[in-house]
């Protein structure tokens, strides 16, 4: 199956109080380690408005940028979405989740692949994460999104047969929001190695 992944950069960070995707954690920024979870598969990055504090990071990376990133995130998800629109599905990823573990990624792809789903969400003991795979059926709704809306709008009114929920790691639910998350994210994360 040709599934392509669509990171999402493009945001303001107005809780963060400005970029956060390049606060660093061991060393490295946040979106080059969000990117790494993604190794080997088929991406683009989509950014906005830190295009210029982002771009000499992602200079080994497919870029695409955003003019319109104010008017909220469907505008970013529907960009990724038309760079892979002949695949047969996509993974959201969120630039600001860089503890989803590659084995969470697997685990989402394999799913898919096995079952009719048109959508693969990963939960957490029970609660729903990120990334979230997309299949193509899904795209023409996704198209017709507005404003600073994902794709659970339309997950939503999906019936259950039709949604797949595979059980994953603590990372699928943790994004950095605020400066002050970083100190206990950097605690979850040591636990982790």
Known sequence: MNIGVVILAAGEGKRFGGNKLIAEIDNIPIIVKTIRIYDGLEKVIV??????????????????YNPFW???????????LRFFKDYDGVLIALGDMPFVLREDVEKILKVFASKK??????????????PVLLARSLFPEIDNLKGDVGA??????????????????????????????????????????
């Open 152 to 193: 659970r709008v339309i997950l939503n009114k999906l019936n259950k047969e039709e949604l797949c929920f595979v059980e994953c790691s603590e990372g699928v639910l943790i994004d950095i929001d605020k400066k002050e998350d970083l100190m206990s994210f950097r605690k979850f994360h040591s636990q982790l190695l």
């Open 117 to 130: 789903c048109k959508a693969v969400i990963p939960v957490h003991k029970e609660e729903r994460g990120n």
């Open 70 to 80: 104010k008017e909220g995130i469907s505008t970013s998800i529907k960009l990724g």
């Open 47 to 64: 950014v906005g408005k830190y295009v210029n504090e982002l771009i000499p990071l992602l200079s080994d990376q497919i870029v695409i």
